[in-house]
C-alpha cells in the first residue's frame, strides 16, 4: 500500500514537472531589460503577461549616477531586448555594463536594443557648441522627457513596434494593450490637467533640470535652478544669486528629486520662505508610486496640495 502510493505521488511530481516545462507561454516570454522603473512601467503595459520585464535603476536613484553591479551584467547576458533612456543620461554606467553582458542581441544598434528617446518630444537641445567640459550632463537636450504624459503614450507606441516585430504571434495582444493604455491615459490626463489648471504659469524652482517636459505640458513657469548647470554641484555664489532671484520673482516652491541632500534647498527655503517639495521624477520614486499613472497621481497631488496652501495663483 505504502509503495502504491509512493508511486503515485512520483508520477504526479512528474506529469506537474512535464507540464510546467511544456507550458509555451512561459517559454515564448520575451526578456526585457530597462535602465529605468518608468521605462519598465511603460513596456509592462504594452507587454502584459507575454513579457518578463526588469529595470536596472531603481526609481529612488539618480538616473545619471547608477553604481554597476556584477548582478546587471547577468540580467543583461540574458536580456531579449534592452529599453534604454538614451540622450546620453546613461552614458556614465550604461556602456561597459552592455560590452561585458556578451550579449549580441542588446548591442548599441542591434535588434535588441531600442533607444526609447528617438520618437519623444526632446526640449532644451543645445544650438551651439556640446559643452561636456563644463560637466553638463544634458549635452544632447533634455533627457528626463517621460514625465510628460504624451512622450509616456509615445514610448508605449515605439514598444508596441518592437515587441511585435520580435514576437509576431502577439502581436495583436501587444496592440490591443497599447490601445487600452493610451485610453486609460487620455482620462487620466483630463484628471490631471483640471487639476493643475488653476496654476498655469505658476513659477517653480527645481533642484536638477528634471522638469522641462512636466512643466510645459501643464503651464509651469521653472525660473531657475539649485545646481548651477546639471549635474553639477550647487555653489554658494549661485545659490545667493537663486536666493535674490527667488524673492524678486516670489517663488513659492521648489522640487527637489529624492536623491539630493536637502541641505541647500531647506536653506533656499529658510531665506525665501519657498516650499520644499520632494517630488517623484521616476515610478519608484516614492513609495506609493508603483506605475506610470501614480507618478503623475503623486506629482500633481503633492504640487496641487502645496500650491494652494502657498497661495500660488
Ligand atoms: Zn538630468
Redesign the pocket.
Known sequence: MKRASSGLFQAAVALLLAGVLATPAQAAKLRVVTTTEDLAALAREVGGDRIDVTSIARGYQDP?FVEPKPSFILLLNRADLLIVVGRD?EIGWLPPLIQQSRNAKIQVGADGYLDASQAAKILEIPTGQITRALGD??PLGN??YWLDPENGRRIAQEIQKKLAAMQPADAGYFAGRETGFEQRLTEAEKRWDSAMAPYRGAKVVTY???WPNFAEHFGLDVVGYVEPR??IPPSPSHTLDLIAQMKRLGVKLMFVEPYFDLKTPNSIAGATGAQVLVMAPSVGGAKDVTDYFKLFDYDVNLFVNAARQAGVK
Request: no cysteine; net charge neutral.
Open positions: 545619471h543620461l550632463v544634458h533627457p528626463h536638477h533640470a528634471s546639471p549635474g
